[in-house]
């Protein structure tokens, strides 16, 4: 049965979510999610246990993961839907990947302290289930914890993001890269949360163009990370570009997430869901 209330972007423990894939699995039933997708980044250790989760629930479940790349001197990141989880060649991609996290972590901790804001890779790691990949987001946990800002949107904006004293320059994966180790695995290459990203309108069209030539397939036309009113944006490059549109909240957790998981607005009627290539899963 074609699904009512997809979600197909969310994050678990096993990367900077707040809930194993379990208890996600738990949350997404308790929601009416009835297909979900578990896109920890750069990392595919949660999804047997959540695929066990959820055939246990009765929940259709995608496997899934989003990989973080650098395009344009910027920060993007592409979806994978639908992967094989024992996929060589996505596997091996994604260690190389997750190998850059803890230098930048270190270097991020770094700057914070000279600043005076000392031990911060220390506090974030309290937050990482998986010291390889601790993040941005779980440095804002221990901040928020500390006192530095009251929420982790605060910490981003004043500490972690570009310009800011603990912002760290990264070189990601290539885009060609990321969606060659997603198509090898059998998946769906996605743009997440276009929103996002600062680009320009001429910046956007080159970022489409280039994903669509390499063979990527969707865009996050609705997600929990971007305003409502990029609805419509996104909407039209979908249709311009030919890509299937997908429905996300990008799920970290109660105290992580704008959007509950189930929780995002419908798709506009005059897109493709991504959904309609996933049947397998449904």
């Known amino acids: 049965m074609r699904p009512e209330n997809p979600d197909l972007h969310a994050h678990s423990t096993c990367s900077d979510g707040l809930l194993t894939p379990t208890e996600l699995v738990a ?7 009835d297909l979900l997708a578990l896109t920890d980044h750069d990392e595919t250790g949660g999804l047997a246990e959540a695929q066990a989760a959820a055939d246990a629930a009765g929940l259709a479940f995608v496997p899934g993961v989003e990989v973080s790349v650098t395009w344009a001197q910027e920060t993007v990141h592409i979806v994978g839907l639908g992967i094989d989880p024992a996929n060589t060649t996505l596997l ?7 190998s850059g996290r803890h230098a930048r972590a270190r270097r991020m901790s770094d700057a914070l302290a000279e600043i005076g804001i000392a031990n911060v890779l220390e506090g974030a790691l309290k937050y990482a289930a998986n010291p390889a990949l601790v993040s941005r987001a779980h440095f804002a946990r221990y ?8 929420h982790t949107d605060a910490v981003f904006k004043h500490y972690l993001t570009r310009g800011k004293p603990g912002f760290v320059e990264t ?6 890269d990321a969606i060659e180790w997603i198509l090898a695995a059998g998946g769906l290459p996605v743009v997440a949360h276009p929103g996002r990203y600062k680009f320009s309108d001429a910046q956007f069209d080159a970022l489409f163009a280039a994903f669509a030539e390499l063979g990527g397939v969707g865009v996050e036309v609705v997600s929990g990370s971007q305003a409502p009113s990029k609805t419509g944006k996104f909407a039209r490059y979908a249709r311009r570009f030919g890509l299937l549109a997908s429905r996300a909240s990008d799920f970290h957790g109660d105290r992580g997430t704008r959007v509950d998981l189930g929780g995002c607005a419908p798709l506009p009627p005059d897109v493709s869901p991504v959904w309609d290539r996933l049947t397998d899963y449904y």
Do not use: C, K, T
Not at 27 to 33: C, F, K, T, Y
Not at 143 to 150: F, R, S, T
């Open 27 to 33: 949350r997404a039933v308790a929601n009416g999610v």
């Open 92 to 98: 091996d991609g994604l260690a190389e990947v997750r």
């Open 143 to 150: 901040l928020v914890e500390i006192g530095i800002a009251p």
């Open 171 to 176: 070189q990601w994966a290539q885009l060609a």
